[in-house]
Each structure stands twice: as structure tokens, then as C-alpha cells.
């Protein structure tokens, strides 16, 4: 078992109570991955004019057919002295197993028309979160590119072949209505038929309407519509609801969601789980727990059958996070098993944004954590957090990916940066880690956004050494011998140009092995 993270490629565009746990683990005896790194893409240039410009999501999704996943990436750029040269994109790159290659480029930018009506202003404010999900049930993956404090919401169908169909949509049905700036959105079969619906938070401030939004469609994607599913027996009015989770907490093999809140009459932090959908009555049941502190992020890891555990940030200053673990009785309830505390901090009342995957090999899901702002000299805003099942603790490290020269400005919007991805881009069973940066823009200095890719492996190990070196070389150059892993390109063919190329550039990888 490979128990480590090599190489880094970048492209460019119950009530309270908690322990403390320890942070610091080494005598748990958990396997800590390595980072090393790195080589670089290079995005569409931005003109030194542009004044604002981010990376608004990074997921990992399937293109094509080819067996690896690939990226879809939403970001802006805003140009003060030509606001018609705004650009709103969603780059496309093909994952070809040794790194990406971007193939096309979806607009998003309408522009507003002067004088009114301002009847087509989609994303005129910039895009925000990217979320993958089959919703018109053909078999492939569409994406849903929700908005930054705007009244539409993009729909990207995907026709196969690398063709796709963008329909957008009105959120409150029409122009205007209230805008949204959802901090967080996620995709699963509510209502059992076949098909993915689009759930988003709402009511990321008190203006906002709602908590929650569902979006369905029985027919094709373009009759994509909002539903009115909700939770209201036993719920409470919430407001700044931030973070979102899907799993099957109620242990009934359906997916439900928790979303992290203030209640807004009693003014304490909350998380409010909606669970066993109810499609006649259009309504969720409501189970609430009492943290002793608010998050900005949620995730739901599923170890066991009988229902997922919770797992939650420190909003305040992203420091610690706190385990929530079901209690697998028959009726929904969650108990605290304390904080792992030591995570780097500093994202003050940001908080993180966490992934669950298993990181290092060994059969159990570990959290990947990522500080929302951090600057360029703060070398630990990805962390490790590797789960050990015996003692319901966690070990961090935050020496594996060493994130030195990355950065993400105070200027960033709600919750900004959300990017990160903990999927397996290379089809070698072992999760990659993705984050999107966003570098201080200056003016006269070129605006920098940046994608972060650290592989799980040497991408170039053709015979499962765990290194590369003259044994690949010599596979590679007797055309593979029977190892389809040389086709480094994922091309169909060893050649000995670019798979040549891509071998000697990862020359000398060293995975490090327990």
C-alpha cells in the first residue's frame, strides 16, 4: 500500500461540551503522506488592466468516456475601463492521465443592456460555486455554475463528445426578485427517481430568501425548475446558513442534508440535518444539534450503514475542527466526540473548507482541510487530517502539502475561496488534491490565478515500484511491455515523444512508503 502524495502540478485558468482532542498523533501510529512538487500550465492571459479576478470552484468531473476524470473550473475577471470585456468563463480540462489539457472555454458573461431592461445580466457580478451532478438522468455528468450575488443560474448540458448545451435560468423565475451569492451547493437523488437534483444554500445573509433551494427535472435539462421541498416540523428559522453536507444520516439508503446556521430567535449556532423526504408533502424531516460554535463548512462521512457522521469547522478562525458521530439507535441523533485542535488558522471568521476521502490508502476516510484566506508565506493552508477508527481521533499534518507562494486576498467575496477537490484524476485508485488560488492584484502587475494539483504518486511509476527510473525508461522504450500504465498520455499509443517527455520530466520521483 502506496501511503503518500507526490508532486504537484499547477494549471493556471447534542449540546455543547466538546474535548479537546489531540492534534499532534504520531504515537497513533497513522500513516502520514508526503507532498513533493512541481511543474505548471499556463491559463488564458489576463490583461494588466484587470482590476478583480478569481477562481470561484474548482470539481472534478467525467468529460468523456476515456476512464479519467477531468476538471471544470469557473472564473471571472472584471476590467474597469471596458466593463463589456468583463469575463465570466467555465474552463474545461481533459484529465490524459499525466496532467490536463484545456478543450474548451463556456462563456457565461451576458451583459447588461443600457437603458433598462436589465434583462440579461447573468453572472454580470461574477460566478461562485460549480456543482456535478446527472440531471437529466442520460447517464453523464451536466454542472450547474450557481451565481455571485446575482438573480440567475447557469445549467451546462452535456451532449457527449465533448459538446455542450448552456440553458440559464431565473431563480426567483424572473429578472431581479433578490440576489444570491450560494456559498455552497451539492447534487443527489432526493425523491428516489434516477435523477440528480441541485440543492444549494439559500440564505448565506438575512436578506436572502430561504434556506435551502431544490432544483429538479423530469424531462430534459433545459426544464430544469425550482421545487418547494422543505423542512419545517421541528425546524427553526436560520440565518447565515454557510455550509453544506449530503449523506444518509437516517440510515434508510436515501440521501438527506444538514447545512451549518444561526438560529435566527435564539441566536446560537446550529446545524439543522433535513432527512426522509416526504415527496407528497413536499417536506423534510427536521433534526437540529447544538454545537458550541458556528462553521462556515460541513461534511458527511459515511463509515457505516446505519447512518454518516458530521464533521465541522471553527468558523471563527479555521483552527479545529469538531467529529459528530451518529448514534446509530433507530432515531437521528449525533453525539460529540470533541475537537482535533492544531489545525494552522487564520482565516478569520472564513473558517475551512473540508473534503472527506481516504488519503492515504488504508480503507478509512480521512478529512483533506484548507484555510478560505491565507497569504503567500503561510506554507500549511491544505492539511491533512488522517482518520485512526480506534480512538475516534484524528492526526494531522500539515507538513505534506506544502502550499508556500499560493495565496487568497481579503478582497474576496462571501465565503471565497470554496476550491477544493480530493478526487482520483490519474484512474490509479489513489485521490489527488486540488485547490484554487487567487494572488493579490496590483495595478501594472499581471493578475495571477492559479490551480493547485498535488498527485497521489509518481505519475510516470509504470511497473508499481513506487519510484521512476531505467526500469521504466526500459519498459517504455520496448513499447510497454504489456503495461497499458505507459501510455503516460492516455493517447492509445506509447510513443517515444510525448510519453518519452512526460517520463523524463517526473525522472526521479521517490514515493515514500511506510
Known amino acids: 500500500m502506496l501511503a503518500v ?14 474535548a479537546d482532542l489531540p492534534g499532534n498523533g504520531g504515537e497513533l501510529g497513522v500513516e502520514l503522506p508526503v507532498m513533493l512538487c512541481c511543474s505548471t500550465l499556463a491559463p488564458a492571459d489576463l490583461p494588466l488592466s484587470v482590476n478583480e479576478a478569481a477562481i470561484t470552484d474548482v470539481e472534478a ?22 466593463p463589456m470585456l468583463r469575463r465570466r468563463f467555465l474552463t ?26 436589465l434583462d440579461d445580466s447573468v453572472f454580470d457580478n461574477g460566478s461562485g460555486e460549480v456543482v456535478v451532478g446527472d440531471y437529466d438522468g442520460d447517464g453523464d455528468q451536466d454542472l450547474a455554475v450557481l451565481p455571485y450575488f446575482s438573480a440567475e443560474i447557469w445549467f451546462i448540458e452535456n451532449l457527449g463528445d465533448g459538446a455542450y448545451a448552456p440553458h440559464y435560468k431565473y431563480i426567483f423565475g424572473q429578472f431581479g426578485g433578490g440576489f444570491l451569492t450560494p456559498p455552497e451547493g451539492a447534487a443527489a437523488d432526493f425523491d428516489g427517481d434516477g435523477r440528480d437534483d441541485l440543492v444549494y444554500v439559500a440564505n448565506p445573509t438575512p436578506d436572502a430568501s430561504g434556506q435551502l433551494h431544490f432544483w429538479k427535472t423530469a424531462g430534459p435539462l433545459s426544464a430544469m425548475a425550482r421545487v418547494n421541498w422543505q423542512g419545517f416540523e421541528g425546524g427553526v428559522p436560520t440565518t447565515d446558513t454557510l455550509g453544506l453536507a449530503v449523506g444518509d444520516f437516517d440510515g434508510d439508503s436515501r440521501p438527506d442534508v444538514a447545512f451549518t446556521a444561526r438560529e435566527q430567535i435564539a441566536e446560537v ?31 458527511a462521512v459515511q463509515r457505516r450503514a446505519c447512518g454518516a457522521d458530521l464533521i465541522a469547522d471553527d468558523r471563527a478562525n479555521g483552527r ?12 437521528l441523533g449525533f453525539t460529540s466526540q470533541g475537537r482535533t485542535i492544531g489545525l494552522a488558522g487564520g482565516a478569520n471568521d472564513f473558517g475551512l473548507v473540508l473534503q472527506a476521502a481516504d488519503v492515504n490508502g488504508d480503507g478509512r476516510l480521512d478529512v483533506v482541510a484548507r484555510q478560505r484566506r491565507a497569504t503567500a508565506e503561510e506554507s500549511d493552508q491544505v492539511e ?35 476550491n477544493l477537490v480530493v478526487a482520483d484524476l490519474h484512474g490509479d485508485s489513489r485521490p489527488e488534491i486540488v485547490s484554487g488560488f487567487v494572488g493579490i492584484i496590483q495595478p501594472g502587475t499581471e493578475p495571477r490565478l492559479e490551480i493547485a494539483v498535488w498527485n497521489n504518486g509518481c505519475m510516470a511509476d509504470i511497473d508499481g515500484s513506487g519510484s521512476v527510473g531505467l ?22 499509443v506509447v510513443d517515444y515523444l510525448s510519453d518519452l517527455a512526460l517520463l523524463l520530466a517526473d525522472w526521479g520521483c521517490q514515493e515514500v512508503r511506510p
Open 5 to 18: 502524495l507526490v508532486a504537484c502540478l499547477l494549471v493556471a485558468p447534542g449540546a455543547g461540551g466538546e
Open 61 to 82: 468531473f467525467a468529460f468523456d468516456d476515456d476512464g479519467l476524470l477531468d476538471l471544470a473550473v469557473a472564473w471571472y475577471a472584471n476590467d474597469p475601463a471596458t
Open 92 to 117: 474545461i480540462y481533459r484529465g490524459i492521465g499525466s496532467g490536463f489539457d484545456e478543450v474548451i472555454q463556456i462563456d457565461l458573461y451576458r451583459p447588461s443592456t443600457f437603458p433598462f431592461p
Open 269 to 299: 449556532p446550529v446545524i439543522v440535518i433535513w432527512h426522509g423526504l416526504d415527496t407528497t408533502a413536499q417536506e423534510f424531516a427536521v433534526h437540529l444539534v447544538y454545537p458550541t460554535h458556528y462553521s462556515a463548512d460541513i461534511v
Open 320 to 331: 479545529f475542527v469538531t467529529l459528530w458521530t451518529n448514534n446509530c439507535t433507530g432515531s
Open 384 to 418: 491533512l487530517l488522517l482518520w485512526n477508527g480506534v480512538d475516534r481521533e484524528f492526526v494531522i499534518d500539515s507538513e505534506a502539502i506544502n502550499t508556500g507562494g499560493y495565496e487568497n486576498f481579503a478582497g474576496n467575496q462571501i465565503l471565497r475561496p470554496r
Open 471 to 492: 526500469s521504466d525508461l526500459s519498459i517504455l522504450l520496448d513499447g510497454g511491455m504489456g503495461f497499458p500504465t505507459a501510455d503516460l498520455n492516455r493517447d492509445g
